[in-house]
Nanobody
Framework: QVQLVESGGAFVQAGDSLRLSCAVSGGAFYIYTMGWFRQAPGKERDFVATISSTGGSTRYADSVKGRFTVSRDNAKNTVYLQMNSLKPEDTAVYYC???????????????????WGQGTQVTVSS
């Protein structure tokens, strides 16, 4: 079965940078739309970023635009989220997700994703 494993979460200071990774196994990574979502305590899971199967198209939530960059390496079956200029409001559990029914295009809709990782904690202190 398809498995997603996130890594890279940490406790950092405001203004710091982090890079999250999500390794995918057991599926056809090169056809998947990949997405990043996050969930803060007591809040719903929110869209962060998405990247098309080829990596040629990306989309971001307004709250992270200009600070976060999503990328992928199809040879390594891995998607990344580079997070710069982190703010306390970025504190959340970050999840990666893979969509196999999207035709490879970007999507911010959680229901369009079929597989989810277990999440990695990012805490940003002021």
């Amino acid at each position: 079965q398809v498995q997603l494993v996130e890594s890279g979460g940490a406790f950092v200071q405001a203004g710091d940078s982090l890079r999250l990774s999500c390794a995918v196994s057991g599926g056809a990574f090169y056809i998947y739309t990949m997405g990043w979502f996050r969930q803060a305590p007591g809040k719903e899971r929110d869209f962060v970023a998405t990247i098309s199967s080829t990596g040629g198209s990306t989309r971001y939530a307004d709250s992270v635009k200009g600070r976060f960059t999503v990328s992928r390496d199809n040879a390594k079956n891995t998607v990344y989220l580079q997070m710069n200029s982190l703010k306390p409001e970025d504190t959340a559990v970050y999840y990666c997700a893979a969509g196999s029914r999207t035709g490879g295009i970007v999507t911010s809709v959680p229901n369009n994703y079929d597989y989810w990782g277990q999440g990695t904690q990012v805490t940003v202190s002021s």
